[in-house]
């Protein structure tokens, strides 16, 4: 079994359950000792935004805030998409903490050749 998890996340707060479940299980692999990679492009580049990722995505679900701080202790990280950061116009030098600008080929040199397991939302 691949010791490496990747989470390929394209929504953003526009569908907040989807962002939250995606955060549920990179959350799981990095507190279960997998290297955890969340890829994030499109709306969910603002996810890597110091103060954006919050809410609760449904009754009962724990806060956003929440499963993000979880997933930073545990060491998750972030490689946020450098071509959705510049259509969107955002400023990368304030990326929250474990978050840097990544595409594709860093990401798949991150994965190597012993594979990883992945989700996409």
């Keep these: 079994m691949a010791s490496k998890a ?13 962002v939250t479940v995606a955060f549920l299980v990179a959350v799981g692999a990095a507190e279960t000792g997998k290297e955890t990679l969340m890829f994030l492009t ?7 935004l110091p103060g954006d990722a919050k809410g609760e ?34 400023d990368a030098s304030v990326l929250i903490e474990g978050a840097e600008l990544n595409g594709t080929v860093p990401m798949w040199n991150w994965i190597g050749d ?8």
């Design 42 to 48: 499109q709306e969910a580049v603002r996810l890597a």
């Design 114 to 121: 012993d594979g990883a397991t992945t989700f996409s939302y």
């Design 6 to 18: 990747v989470i390929s996340l394209t929504t953003g707060l526009e569908d907040l359950e989807k």
């Design 57 to 90: 995505g449904c009754a009962g679900c724990p806060p956003l805030e929440s499963l993000v701080e979880r997933y930073r202790i545990a060491g998750g990280r972030y490689f946020v998409c450098p071509i959705c950061v510049d259509a969107r116009k955002i």
